[in-house]
């Protein structure tokens, strides 16, 4: 995670949406939230919420696919997933990636 630390390797996100099953993508968010709220990060910069229009993008493999109604589905219990033990430690949000990206409140 660039700090020095261990970290779960997991598959690229689009991966995940080729499972088309939401309970995984919550796993995956609960792993994600797991990692970084033990680092002590306020945000993770997850899930890259973005449609792919164009294969020859070369990030592709960052998203959750070109299907807009499977990304949405998964990409909701992606954060659901990241924001499951968080409120205890005061996170607010997950920051999804080109979408309504906003910083917490701390509230």
């Known amino acids: 995670?660039?700090?020095g630390q261990e970290a779960t390797a997991l598959?690229?996100?689009v991966s995940l949406a080729a499972s088309f099953d939401t309970t995984l993508a919550g796993?995956?968010?609960k792993?994600?939230?797991q990692d970084e709220g033990a680092r002590g990060y306020p945000v993770p910069y997850a899930p890259m919420v973005?449609?792919?229009r164009?294969?020859?993008g070369g990030c592709d493999y960052e998203t959750l696919g070109e299907d807009p109604q499977l990304a949405g589905a998964?990409?909701?219990e992606n954060i659901k997933g990241i924001q499951r033990d968080q409120r205890?430690?005061?996170w607010q949000d997950a920051w999804p990636r080109t979408y309504s990206p906003r910083w917490t409140s701390g509230r």
């Open 54 to 56: 164009l294969p020859q």
């Open 31 to 33: 792993v994600i939230g």
């Open 74 to 76: 998964m990409a909701v």
């Open 88 to 90: 205890r430690r005061g």
């Open 50 to 52: 973005n449609i792919v």
């Open 27 to 29: 796993g995956y968010g």
């Open 11 to 13: 598959s690229a996100p």
């Open 1 to 3: 995670m660039g700090d």
